[in-house]
């Protein structure tokens, strides 16, 4: 209960360092934050130590809505406004990001090409399973479930259960059944 403490005050402190920082929010030690200002944390957003949480300029965002909680190693890019919606929880060691590097350029060190944006979001009351890879171009909807270590890419409807590199949809809710049903690799139901 103590650590808490310490990351309450650490938040209180953080505060007038954030775009928004809104209480009872905390923030567990990070490792590394860059460009404080472009960063958004709603209310009751939890952060474990060992976050990373990059903004490459300030034209760019990342948006933590209410109600998020997110586990230790936390690594975090964007170049452009990346929204993790509310009620979601994050475990461990998740990169995300709306970043790839160009690498067509020959001879030149890739961290020296223009980056490639792509839109990336974080539906509302989503999951996010140990070690996961959201990459660049991923559109998450509500409630969507991701499994452990998958690398995802994509966009992926309400409600559905994406597992696997690279990761594909295994299941999705069925309104008309009230029931969660397999789907094929496109994301359609599989008659059983």
């Not at 300029?57 to 998020?68: A, V």
Request: include cysteine.
């Amino acid at each position: 209960m103590i650590f808490k403490i310490l990351w309450i005050l650490r938040g209180l402190l953080y505060k007038p360092f954030f775009g928004k920082y809104e209480l009872p929010s905390y923030i567990g030690k990070p490792i590394f934050i860059r460009n404080f200002k472009q960063i958004f944390i709603g209310k009751r957003v939890r952060i474990f130590p060992n976050a990373r949480i990059e903004v490459v300029d300030e034209s760019s965002s990342i948006i933590f809505e209410d109600n998020i909680s997110i586990g230790q190693n936390l690594h975090i890019t964007s170049a452009a406004e990346l929204i993790i919606g509310k009620n979601t929880t994050i475990l461990e060691s998740v990169m995300i990001t709306n970043i790839d590097h160009n690498y067509q350029e020959i001879n030149e060190h890739i961290l020296k090409q223009k980056y490639i944006i792509k839109e990336t979001q974080i539906g509302e009351n989503c999951f996010i399973g140990y070690g996961a890879v959201i990459q660049a171009g991923t559109i998450l909807g509500k409630q969507c479930i991701v499994g452990a270590n998958a690398v995802v890419r994509g966009t992926f409807p309400d409600y559905s259960v994406i597992v696997g590199v690279p990761a594909k949809i295994v299941k999705r809710y069925d309104k008309q059944s009230s029931s969660w049903r397999k789907t094929d690799k496109q994301g359609e139901f599989i008659n059983e």
